[in-house]
């Protein structure tokens, strides 16, 4: 149940959004109104050869070093997080309002929040007769949300715990699924984003936009003290790299 408070944070980051959805909207559909928009999958292919691979490789090569020290309780992984998650927590427990608005952004941004969203994008894209990017739409979401929560069942990473926490949550820490949704969640975007504008500062905007607010739900997950930071990279990394490889997968390959 939201509190006053909570519904105040929600309004919050609901109005910040309607701003970036306005501007981004108003953008494709003055570009669609002049005719220079299709949904063109060739935009998303990278200058370089090979770029969207070595992407994977060095995402899934960081998830791999942390996992592997968190499975192991090595003591500086710990001793960081540790440092980083206080030093979050004292700020964050200093600024109220602050942590109302984190709340919000939590709610915003949950799973069944993205689900929606994500189904309204293949609804689209099954509209726009691309059946195999309503398929990776789909097939990501369901691997980024449900292979994350496998993942945790795997670690079983306790959580961070403070004397008086933030905000109240149950379940494992390692990796963020926060942080994981949000990864999956904006990589489509962004590559939804890609396909349907060309090439120019719009486009640059919009796709810088959409990664701050992804990166921003990651952070507020260890500026709540529910995560880690570790946590919160690993998910990031999880998210992106399953995305990008079911998008070389189903889209690219098809």
Not at 73 to 102: C, E, K, M, T, W
Not at 156 to 182: C, M, N, T, V
Not at 185 to 213: C, D, K, N, P, Y
Request: aromatic share 10%.
């Amino acid at each position: 149940t939201c509190t006053g408070a909570g519904r105040w944070g929600i309004a919050r980051v609901a109005a910040a959004l309607d701003h970036v959805a306005y501007y981004a909207g108003a953008t494709l559909l003055g570009r669609e109104k002049r005719g220079t928009v299709s949904f063109d999958l060739r935009r998303a292919e990278p200058s370089r050869a090979g770029a969207l691979t070595r992407l994977i490789a060095a995402l899934t090569a960081v998830f791999v070093v942390l996992a592997i020290f968190v499975a192991t309780g090595l003591n500086a992984l710990q001793s960081i997080d540790d440092d980083i998650g206080q030093a979050a927590y004292d700020f964050s427990a200093r600024h109220p309002g602050f942590v109302d608005f984190l709340d919000g952004v939590a709610i915003v941004f949950s799973n069944l929040s993205c689900g929606v969203v994500l189904a309204l994008g293949a609804a689209y894209a099954m509209w726009r007769r691309e059946r195999q990017v309503a398929l990776w739409i789909v097939i990501s979401g369901i691997v980024a949300i449900g292979g994350n929560a496998l993942i945790k069942q795997i670690f079983q990473r306790e959580r961070p715990g403070f004397d008086k926490p933030l905000h109240e949550i149950g379940g494992y820490s390692f990796p963020s699924g926060h942080a994981a949704g949000s990864a999956m969640f904006f990589t489509i975007a962004v590559l939804m984003a890609i396909v349907v504008t060309g090439r120019g500062w719009r486009r640059r905007s919009i796709v810088a936009i959409l990664i701050l607010i992804g990166l921003g739900v990651g952070a507020s997950r260890v500026l709540l003290g529910v995560h880690y930071a570790s946590d919160v990279v690993a998910g990031l990394c999880f998210g992106v790299a399953v995305t990008v490889g079911l998008w070389l997968l189903l889209v690219t390959d098809a």
